[in-house]
């Protein structure tokens, strides 16, 4: 019986309830307690996310329902402390069997009914009993979910087998008065029982009362009359005759039903596979097989187990390991079929006949019709314990005729598919093996000595395995046979891809051969759609892509997919932000798809590439027209000879963000591989411009860069200047963003060399501004103002606005504010007109400066305020913290100090978190500043001291100099004033003026004063 020393108790035998430590805990509402159910149902075993989703929502879910079930794991964690862990791809519940009701009850059961066969029914009673006493109520009560009720529906029936039992033993053990009161009340409680209704008239028969149990019986024919129209079976009937004739011997005791007169052979067949010696790596699904394996005899269903995984997971090693550890459980011998043998399928037919000449069936004896070899093997395997292992089936059909229809026997089904149409089966999911596992199997292969020598080497090749137990063998097979070889040399040779799956194949250990099992089953379409997605060689990507490679609508494409996850030729990693489901292939896989597409026609190849490429660049303008224009006129007019779903449009459409953050990586890297596949550079060139906008607003420098370097060596591979000038524009922008205004510099100066060559007006102007932004910053105004004056007479109105920004940064810079002011509101309502919120909302935090420049710091306030806003709403992170970083300095000129510190603080977040030099060097400044107008001196030093050396590094004059004044009022320094003072007069700034007759403490107290 339970006892209360333990931490975690679970009860499911009545209401959910989960006591620690002697207290009950509370489990929230309906749905936690579902999602307790089904981990309780399936303990120490891992359930995934999507599985549990299933459960709890009966498969119709909400949007929301990954979130839910990861807000109901974490008020469930509360109460069950460590008992609950995450491990991917889902959770457990790592629950003892004796601290969980339900297992325990099996445990009772199993020792019951082996104390019953024996005899011993004293023994037996006390087992049964035990059983009993852990019910509380209607199991699982109070879980609505389907597969709450019928696995209530299952315990509720083993419950009354148990009281039946009881009665029954209580009754062979001369307890008549404890048995006609227990089948009583289980007769009452359920009158259909036929079962309680024949123990309780022997009961009544035994104990003398020959008209109570003539009773009984016409209450059950009443009943069963009445409400569902059928008489008692035959042996009720039976029964009656012999009590109403006086011919049933009353007997000493009464037994369980004798065997089934079938005789039993005295073969013990021994029929597995030799074990292996190295079994590595599966531990905890070797626990979850003989875990199921001893909790057999609960029910009356066939305990049965599916290992899934793909070629070469370790499935049959696993099956065969674990059912020889099995043999002393189930005595009555081991059965095994290979159902891929000899390189063919084998039929159920076949397969009987074998299991039943080694059962002792001798083949005469065998009938031909398929349903009655059937039965005769069901009979034969009725009253044995046997292990039957059925490996590498190809589906259920396949397996549906050999499975026993008894509870005594266990199996074992090893599948590449998860063959869920198996009623009550069990599933292990076998993944990839971790890379401290997957060394300490290379270690076990081919001895620890080897592996301590060169453990780098080791690693690699456990990297290039993949993981894959197959792969690993066969690794350590070659350094077997190889025992001078150094392990870095296998190391080497699995590098080289295209000899990886060569080395990989030592007599049959090969993964090739190992792949082409399931390669085999696909037709030409599914065939040609592997071939395709292996030569993309993407590192994620949704099902959508296979319909412009292969020109099939979105839901036909999907159906592919999947059927090539169900092959285990593409693996499912999981969900993205917008929902879908993403898939990859293993390293292995991929190569070998690729191997197998050198079969494709290259044009057709290079055809489904651009149609496919074509597609992304229409999804990928569709996101870019709903996000803000970061970059500057590098967003060229597509003209494509392809349709897009409007299903797929529709997606991006409503959440550009998350569609973008889920393809780029995919979208990257098609852009490389359609460099390598020859796929005409103008289509790469095009969407690696149409990229840069979500790039930039993100700082993803490292796509941006990769896609710009791969299409600019395939146009200049080609000579095309056009394309390179629209790359070299992209490049310098990337570089202007990473705050290399060197690189920056160099790469525009070359964009508008090769554009006016070519006479590409509109790329000219975008480098032009370029050239001029960054001549800029760099406080070379003259240069700047030039390039940019000459950007407004070549470009189109984007290209003016972002000059009118320029010009008014110059202006304000130079101190001629009116004209600042004039040029800012230009290039708001240039912004307005171009229905660009992001640029009209930078130009406002630009007409702010000005504003706070002349002393107007309550409508800085205000402009900074609306920037922001507006920059939030349009999804700009970083232009939004720039606006704040002004909003702030207006705050505290205004004489505003609340809050303050924290919005900086805030600011400076968000630019170290997006790599944002140019924003941390500013917002420190700033914080700097701020110290300096509270007073607080040593704080102002240390933080303008910091922003100093950060502009140095930038090489930023204007900037450094602004720095230099500040931290020589914080620490009344003379020497850095004269710096700063010859900074200013150097560059022409309206600094100069404004620092006339001014000390570095007179300058403290005028920002003080200013705040």
């Known amino acids: 019986m339970w006892g209360w020393g333990w931490r975690v108790r679970a009860l499911a035998l009545g209401p959910i309830e989960v006591w620690v430590d002697g207290r009950q805990v509370n489990l929230g509402g309906p749905k936690p307690r579902t999602l307790l159910a089904a981990l309780l149902l399936q303990p120490r075993q891992v359930v995934p996310v999507e599985r549990l989703i299933d459960l709890i929502w009966d498969e119709s879910p909400p949007q929301t329902a990954g979130a839910l079930v990861h807000t109901y794991v974490s008020s469930l964690r509360r109460a069950l402390d460590k008992a609950l862990v995450t491990r991917a791809p889902g959770y457990l519940l790592n629950i003892a069997a004796e601290h969980s009701d339900i297992e325990l009850f099996g445990r009772h059961l199993t020792a019951a009914r082996e104390a019953e066969r024996a005899g011993e029914h004293e023994q037996a009673i006390e087992q049964y009993q035990a059983a009993l006493g852990l019910w509380r109520g209607p199991a699982l009560h109070g879980v609505e979910a389907s597969f709450a009720r019928g696995r209530a529906l299952q315990l509720e029936e083993s419950r009354l087998g148990a009281e039946e039992a009881l009665g029954r033993c209580e009754l062979a053990a001369g307890r008549v008065e404890d048995a006609i009161a227990r089948l009583s009340s289980v007769a009452t409680a359920y009158p259909s029982r036929e079962e309680t209704r024949d123990l309780l008239m022997r009961a009544l028969y035994r104990a003398g009362r020959q008209a109570d149990a003539l009773a009984v019986y016409r209450d059950a024919r009443t009943y069963l009359l009445d409400e569902l129209g059928i008489e008692p079976g035959e042996q009720l009937r039976e029964l009656h005759n012999q009590i109403l004739n006086g011919t049933l011997a009353a007997p000493v005791k009464v037994v369980p039903p004798p065997p089934r007169a079938e005789p039993r052979p005295h073969v013990v067949p021994h029929h597995l596979p030799p074990d292996i010696s190295d079994f590595t790596g599966r531990e905890d699904a070797l626990k979850h097989v003989l875990t199921i394996a001893d909790s057999a005899d609960t029910g009356t269903a066939t305990p049965t187990v599916v290992i899934s995984g793909f070629g070469g997971a370790g499935k049959s090693a696993l099956a065969v390991h674990a059912a020889h550890l099995l043999r002393k459980s189930y005595p009555d011998g081991q059965l095994f079929a290979d159902l891929r043998g000899a390189g063919r399928d084998l039929d159920t037919h076949e397969v009987l006949g074998r299991f039943l000449g080694l059962l002792g069936v001798a083949a005469p004896d065998q009938p031909d019709a398929p349903d009655e070899r059937v039965e005769l093997y069901r009979r034969t395997v009725a009253d044995r314990r046997l292990v039957i292992l059925l490996d590498n089936a190809r589906n259920e059909q396949q397996v549906r005729g050999l499975l026993p229809g008894n509870p005594n026997c266990f199996v074992i089904i090893t599948s590449r598919s998860r063959l869920t149409g198996i009623e009550g089966a069990s599933p292990l999911e076998l993944d990839f093996l971790t890379p401290d596992v997957s060394a300490e199997m290379l270690s076990r292969i081919i001895g620890d000595a080897r592996v301590t020598a060169e453990p780098e080497a080791a690693q690699r090749i456990c990297d290039l395995c993949g993981g894959v137990p197959l792969a690993l063998?066969?690794?350590?097979?070659?350094?077997?046979?190889?025992?001078?070889?150094?392990?870095?040399?296998?190391?080497?040779?699995?590098?080289?891809?295209?000899?990886?799956?060569?080395?990989?194949?030592?007599?049959?250990?090969?993964?090739?051969s190992s792949l082409q099992l399931n390669y085999a089953e696909?037709?030409?379409?599914?065939?040609?759609?592997?071939?395709?997605?292996?030569?993309?060689?993407?590192?994620?990507?949704?099902?959508?892509?296979?319909?412009?490679?292969?020109?099939?609508?979105?839901?036909?494409?999907?159906?592919?997919?999947?059927?090539?996850?169900?092959?285990?030729?593409?693996?499912?990693?999981?969900?993205?932000?917008?929902?879908?489901v993403r898939y990859r292939f293993h390293d292995l896989v991929q190569l070998f798809g690729a191997e197998q597409a050198k079969a494709e026609d290259p044009e057709a190849v290079t055809t489904a590439v651009s149609r496919t490429l074509a597609t992304w660049m229409a999804l990928v303008e569709a996101g870019s027209e709903c996000l803000p224009r970061v970059t500057l006129g590098l967003r060229p007019q597509l003209e494509l000879e392809v349709d897009v779903d409007p299903a797929l449009a529709e997606e991006v459409e409503e959440d550009p963000t998350g569609w973008l953050r889920s393809e780029t990586a995919a979208v990257v890297r098609a852009v490389e591989r359609a460099h390598d596949l020859g796929v005409d550079e103008i289509t790469t060139t095009l969407i690696t411009s149409l990229l840069s906008s979500p790039f930039a607003a993100r700082n993803e420098f490292g796509g941006w860069q990769r896609t710009h370097e791969v299409a600019l060596r395939s146009a200049r591979s080609r000579g095309n200047r056009r394309a390179e000038a629209v790359l070299l524009a992209g490049l310098g922008q990337l570089r202007y963003e990473q705050d290399d205004f060197t690189l920056a510099l160099e790469n525009f100066q070359q964009a508008a060399m090769f554009a006016e060559e070519v006479g590409d007006r509109s790329t000219l102007a975008v480098a032009l501004v370029g050239m001029g932004t960054v001549r800029r910053d760099l406080a070379e105004f003259d240069e700047a103002r030039k390039?940019?004056?000459?950007?407004?007479?070549?470009?189109?109105?984007?290209?003016?606005?972002?000059?009118?920004?320029?010009?008014?940064?110059?202006?304000?810079?130079?101190?001629?504010?009116?004209?600042?002011?004039?040029?800012?509101?230009?290039?708001v309502r240039l912004y307005q007109e171009l229905g660009d919120q992001r640029g009209a909302a930078l130009a406002l935090r630009g007409l702010s400066l000005c504003h706070r420049a002349t002393g107007e710091y309550g409508q800085a306030v205000e402009l900074s305020r609306s920037a922001e806003e507006i920059l939030r709403e349009a999804g700009d992170e970083l232009g939004a913290t720039y606006a704040a970083q002004s909003l702030a300095k207006a705050l505290f000129r205004n004489g505003t100090v609340a809050g303050v510190a924290e919005l900086l603080e805030a600011c400076l977040e968000v630019c170290t978190r997006q790599h944002d030099r140019f924003g941390v060097a500013l917002v420190t400044r700033t914080q700097g500043e701020f110290a300096l107008a509270q007073g607080e001196l040593d704080e102002a030093t240390a933080s303008l001291t910091e922003a100093l050396g950060q502009w140095t590094e930038l090489g930023l004059p204007i900037w450094r100099a602004r720095t230099l004044r500040d931290l020589a009022a914080a620490?009344?320094?003379?020497?850095?004033?004269?710096?700063?003072?010859?900074?200013?007069?150097?560059?022409?700034?309206?600094?100069?003026?404004?620092?006339?007759?001014?000390t570095p403490a007179k300058w403290a107290e005028a920002v003080r004063r200013s705040a």
């Open 787 to 827: 390039l940019l004056d000459r950007a407004v007479e070549l470009g189109d109105a984007g290209v003016v606005a972002a000059a009118s920004y320029g010009v008014g940064a110059i202006h304000r810079d130079h101190g001629d504010l009116p004209a600042a002011v004039e040029a800012f509101d230009r290039c």
């Open 473 to 512: 063998r066969a690794a350590g097979a070659k350094l077997l046979a190889r025992p001078h070889w150094p392990l870095k040399t296998l190391a080497k040779r699995l590098s080289d891809e295209r000899r990886r799956l060569d080395e990989l194949a030592v007599g049959d250990l090969a993964i090739r």
């Open 971 to 998: 620490t009344n320094d003379d020497t850095r004033w004269q710096e700063a003072v010859a900074l200013f007069t150097e560059l022409g700034s309206r600094e100069t003026t404004e620092l006339a007759d001014m």
């Open 522 to 580: 696909l037709d030409e379409l599914h065939r040609r759609a592997f071939h395709l997605l292996s030569l993309l060689d993407l590192p994620d990507f949704g099902s959508w892509v296979a319909a412009p490679l292969l020109g099939v609508a979105l839901d036909e494409a999907e159906d592919i997919v999947e059927h090539l996850v169900e092959l285990r030729l593409v693996d499912v990693i999981g969900v993205d932000q917008i929902g879908r």
